[in-house]
Structure formats: structure tokens, C-alpha cells
């Protein structure tokens, strides 16, 4: 039996769906990447805004047509979108036969095996439609849903009692790689994440993620070293590790725990892989962090801080608890002590009550700070969030009008950025082949999916190239002689 799984969202969710495949191959399921030949498939999904929650609703339909065109007997939604409108998603897409929140992972292979289903007719036909679905009125674009005789036998089961299954985020465990040998990687092999915590404990407005993934809960840190060693000698060659909050990893746990303690035993495994964080905090990443990237050479002195905002009133409405000169001084305390860091950072813009004033403000934060990758979200509004009941929502056309302003300040900042890197050799892991002596991949300074990426030309003299045929080693380290900018990426020679 073959099944095909589909992961959207960010890269915990890649976690999550890389737990669920292990599951599967360890009970005898064989994985596809062709969903037209899968008897089952799963959507690992996200909801975290509205752009997310179509693309979710969109890759559903899609492949729910595979029900009638393919291989498909069944049909699974997992994560984000059930955990989030509960219930009432069961009737908005009669398609799905089994709904797994983000506390039921681990209930996966019950979830493909062991569920009865019979299916009648159902049509899906195109029209203008809103769904409804809890406080969320959702739009999906042009489509509309009818059903016809659709009948689920067995509702109970030995996953429970409905189709829908949402235990308690609170109460579910951690997947960990080393229970499973036959775990399947679902991104490079030799690149891949490791979640060192699940849930939040802050109460920002605009963020659904605490309803959704429950409190803070940290793994304890030999389980976190134990899979990481595991991972690597697998043959990972750079190890990212994300949780909600990462910086705040081990706050929660009766010992002593934290990240930069997390960072240097990791890091005592193997001197040859990169190792990196995302999703840290401004309000909890520490200096005794910062020094511990600073002297271990394998540690990515790579910088991921969401900071939301630059205006003192926009942040107290967010209920994130940090001032704009507490932003400058943690900014420059990172590139005192490690001047070569590599700083990321996502705002929000169109927030509600931000005035003309509170986005220059931001504006010229960016530009102080120069940034050496900057994301822009346009504020996505929803009942269920705390900002919805906010005075002052700022028009659409205005918003997008402060992201178009916002992302043309920094892709000049970025481009001025990648003109110091033109002469130098640098350390890229290769990813890719994209044609004949050409290749991509990343310095520690990129990010996988969300930074730029360094072109690698080669030739048949290169010193790195595999017995001179102008090859290179995918998912090796190469050094690159960078030849060339763009905005975003960087071109280089293979020395």
C-alpha cells in the first residue's frame, strides 16, 4: 500500500510530517511522491493566516479529485486547519475522510489503517462561494461544494469516536527519529530540522499559535541530542533547529536547560556540520547565546528575530513586551560580539492602529539596522484573534502600499548587503544540479526556503569537482569564489 503526503506551511510542520512518514514506513507503508499513484494521502496543513488557510483549502480539493480520478481510497487532513475550526470542518469538506489535530500525530497509522469508509456520490463544482466555518468566514476562491449520499460507516474507531479527532495539544508527546530507523526524510538528505520544543506561552494578538499547539513544552536535552546525533550520522550536514519560540527553549524545565547549553553539545558531536536556529525572540534570546555562536565555528552565526514591529504604540497592541531601543541595543550587541552575524527578521504591516507615523517609524528601523534579510506580512485579519476586536484597522490598499514601500527599502539594503561578499571564498553547501555546470546552494548565511541562494559555476579544472568532470558532490561543502551579485542570491566560481 503506497501513501503520498503533502506538508504546507513552515518548517515545524515539515517535523511533523517527517514523524508521520516514519510512523508509516515502520507499519509497512511504502511512500510516493506521485499522489496520482497513493492510496492514501495525507495534508500535513497550516492555518496560521488566511493566505495559508486557502492554500490549505485549495490543495484539499485538488487532490481530493484523485478520490475519483486515481488511486486514492482515503483521504487525510492533519495539523493546523482541523485543529483550528474543529468540527465544523467535518461538514465544509465531506471529502476528507479523517481529520487529525496537531495533538494526533501520533495516531496517524491507526488513522490510514483502521478506518472503514464507504463513499457515495459527491460532486465538487465551481461557483463563488464562502465558507463558513466557526468565527472564520472563509474565502476560497471560486468553488462550491455540494454532497450527495456521502455516508461514513464505523464512525468509532479505534482512533475515537468521530471522524475529526482533536485530543488536547497540551497532552501529546514528542516524535523523536531514533524510534524509527525507517525514517523517511522528506526535504534534502543532508539538510533537515530538528523541533526542540512544541507550543507558546506568550499572548500575542495577531497569533493564533498558542490556541492551536497549547503551552510551551521543551524536550529534554539528552532526547534533543540523542536525535540529533542520530541525524547526523545519518549523513545531515546542517541541522536547523525551530521551535515556537526558540530562544525560550528550556525556560519551562525543571533543570538546567537552555539553548546555548543545547547549541554547544550539539555542537560537540561533529565539527563538520552546520548548525543553525530559527523563530528566536527578542525579548529571550541571552548574550550567553550569542557568545556561544560566537566562538563555535559550527554554529551558523545566522540571526532569525521576528521583531513584528518598530513603534512603541503598534508593539503594545501586539503584546509583545519589548521597546524599539531595546531592539537597537540587542542588534548591535549581536555584531559587536560576532561582527560577521547574519541578522533575519518578519514585521507586520497594516496592523491595526497603525498610523502614517508608527510605519515610518518602522521604515527607518529598517534602514538603521540594514537587515540582511527582511520578510514583510500584511497583516491577516480573523474573529478568532485577540487584534480582531482592535480599534483603527487599517485599510487593505493602505497596507499593501506600506508592504510594497517597506520591501523596496530592504531589496536595496539587500543588494548593498551582497556587494561585500564579491572576492571572497566562501563555505557553500551544495543542493542542486540545475544544468550542465551549474549548480546552487547555500552559505551558513542562508537560510534553507527563505533566503537567497549562491550559483555555482564549475569547470573541469576545479580542485572540488568530482575526478574532473565538472561535477560536484550534492549535498557536500564546497568553497566558492563569489563573482557576482544579485539583489537577493550571489554567483560564484568552484575553487
Known amino acids: 500500500m503506497k501513501v503520498h503526503l503533502v506538508s504546507l506551511g513552515c518548517a515545524r510542520n515539515i517535523v511533523d510530517s517527517e514523524f508521520m512518514l516514519g510512523q508509516l514506513t515502520g507499519a509497512g507503508w511504502t511512500v510516493t511522491q506521485t499522489p496520482a499513484e497513493a492510496d492514501v494521502i495525507i495534508i500535513n496543513t497550516c492555518s496560521f493566516i488566511e493566505s495559508a488557510v486557502d492554500e490549505s483549502v485549495d490543495t484539499i480539493l485538488e487532490l481530493a479529485k484523485l478520490k475519483k480520478h486515481g488511486s486514492c481510497q482515503r483521504l487525510i487532513v492533519a495539523g493546523c486547519l482541523p485543529e483550528r475550526f474543529r468540527e465544523d470542518i467535518v461538514s465544509a469538506l465531506p471529502e476528507v475522510d479523517v481529520f487529525l489535530g496537531t495533538?494526533?500525530?501520533?495516531?496517524?497509522?491507526?488513522?490510514?489503517?483502521?478506518?472503514?469508509?464507504?463513499?457515495?456520490?459527491?460532486?465538487?463544482?465551481?461557483?463563488?462561494?464562502?465558507?463558513?466555518?466557526?468565527?472564520?468566514?472563509?474565502?476560497?476562491?471560486?468553488?462550491?461544494?455540494?454532497?450527495?449520499?456521502?455516508?461514513?460507516?464505523?464512525?468509532?474507531?479505534?482512533?475515537?469516536?468521530?471522524?475529526?479527532?482533536?485530543?488536547?495539544?497540551?497532552?501529546?508527546?514528542?516524535?523523536?527519529?531514533?524510534?524509527?530507523?525507517?525514517?523517511?526524510?522528506?526535504s534534502f538528505k543532508f539538510q533537515t530540522y530538528l523541533k526542540i520544543a512544541e507550543g507558546c506561552n506568550r499572548h500575542c494578538t495577531y497569533c493564533i499559535i498558542p490556541k492551536l499547539r497549547g503551552k510551551q513544552r521543551s524536550r529534554p536535552v539528552e532526547d534533543i541530542v540523542a536525535e540529533a546525533r542520530f541525524l547526523i550520522e545519518s549523513g545531515v550536514k546542517e541541522l536547523t533547529l525551530v521551535a515556537q519560540d526558540t530562544t525560550n527553549y528550556g525556560k519551562d524545565l525543571n533543570q538546567n536547560a537552555d539553548l546555548g547549553r543545547l547549541l554547544e553539545e550539539i555542537s560537540d558531536i561533529s565539527e563538520s556540520v552546520w548548525i543553525r536556529f530559527l523563530y528566536g525572540h527578542p525579548d529571550s534570546i541571552s548574550e550567553s547565546v550569542i557568545r556561544t555562536v560566537s566562538e563555535r565555528h559550527n554554529i551558523c552565526a545566522?540571526?532569525?528575530?521576528?521583531?513584528?514591529?518598530?513603534?512603541?504604540?503598534?508593539?503594545?497592541?501586539?503584546?509583545?513586551?519589548?521597546?524599539?531601543?531595546?531592539?537597537?541595543?540587542?542588534?548591535?550587541?549581536?555584531?559587536?560580539?560576532?561582527?560577521?552575524?547574519?541578522?533575519?527578521?518578519?514585521?507586520?504591516?497594516?496592523?491595526?492602529?497603525?498610523?502614517?507615523?508608527?510605519?515610518?517609524?518602522l521604515l527607518r528601523f529598517a534602514e538603521d539596522v540594514r537587515f540582511d534579510n527582511l520578510g514583510t506580512f500584511i497583516y491577516s485579519d480573523s474573529e478568532d484573534l485577540?487584534?480582531?476586536?482592535?480599534?483603527?484597522?487599517?485599510?487593505?490598499?493602505?497596507?499593501?502600499?506600506?508592504?510594497?514601500?517597506?520591501?523596496?527599502?530592504?531589496?536595496?539594503?539587500?543588494?548593498?548587503?551582497?556587494?561585500?561578499?564579491?572576492?571572497?571564498?566562501?563555505?557553500?553547501?551544495?543542493?542542486?544540479?540545475?544544468?550542465?555546470?551549474?549548480?546552487?546552494?547555500?552559505?551558513?548565511?542562508?537560510?534553507?526556503?527563505?533566503?537567497?541562494?549562491?550559483?555555482?559555476?564549475?569547470?573541469?579544472?576545479?580542485?572540488?569537482?568530482?575526478?574532473?568532470?565538472?561535477?560536484?558532490?550534492?549535498?557536500?561543502?564546497?568553497?566558492?569564489?563569489?563573482?557576482?551579485?544579485?539583489?537577493?542570491?550571489?554567483?560564484?566560481?568552484?575553487l
Open 103 to 186: 495533538g494526533a500525530f501520533d495516531k496517524i497509522v491507526q488513522a490510514v489503517g483502521n478506518w472503514k469508509l464507504e463513499t457515495g456520490n459527491w460532486k465538487l463544482e465551481t461557483g463563488n462561494s464562502k465558507l463558513e466555518t466557526g468565527n472564520w468566514k472563509l474565502e476560497t476562491g471560486n468553488w462550491k461544494l455540494e454532497t450527495r449520499n456521502s455516508k461514513l460507516e464505523n464512525r468509532k474507531s479505534k482512533i475515537g469516536s468521530s471522524m475529526c479527532l482533536l485530543p488536547d495539544p497540551n497532552l501529546s508527546g514528542f516524535g523523536s527519529r531514533v524510534s524509527s530507523f525507517k525514517f523517511q526524510v522528506s
Open 302 to 361: 545566522y540571526y532569525d528575530i521576528p521583531i513584528q514591529h518598530a513603534s512603541a504604540a503598534v508593539l503594545k497592541q501586539m503584546g509583545r513586551n519589548y521597546s524599539r531601543e531595546s531592539l537597537y541595543r540587542l542588534f548591535d550587541n549581536i555584531r559587536f560580539l560576532s561582527p560577521d552575524a547574519s541578522l533575519r527578521t518578519t514585521v507586520i504591516v497594516g496592523f491595526p492602529g497603525e498610523t502614517d507615523a508608527d510605519f515610518e517609524l
Open 386 to 494: 485577540a487584534s480582531h476586536q482592535l480599534p483603527g484597522h487599517v485599510p487593505k490598499n493602505v497596507a499593501q502600499e506600506r508592504y510594497d514601500r517597506l520591501m523596496s527599502c530592504q531589496l536595496e539594503i539587500s543588494s548593498e548587503n551582497n556587494e561585500k561578499y564579491l572576492g571572497k571564498n566562501l563555505t557553500v553547501l551544495v543542493e542542486e544540479k540545475t544544468e550542465e555546470n551549474l549548480f546552487t546552494g547555500r552559505t551558513a548565511f542562508q537560510a534553507p526556503e527563505v533566503d537567497g541562494i549562491t550559483y555555482i559555476r564549475t569547470s573541469e579544472s576545479s580542485e572540488t569537482e568530482q575526478k574532473g568532470t565538472g561535477e560536484l558532490e550534492i549535498g557536500s561543502f564546497v568553497s566558492v569564489k563569489i563573482t557576482d551579485t544579485l539583489e537577493y542570491d550571489l554567483i560564484g566560481e568552484s
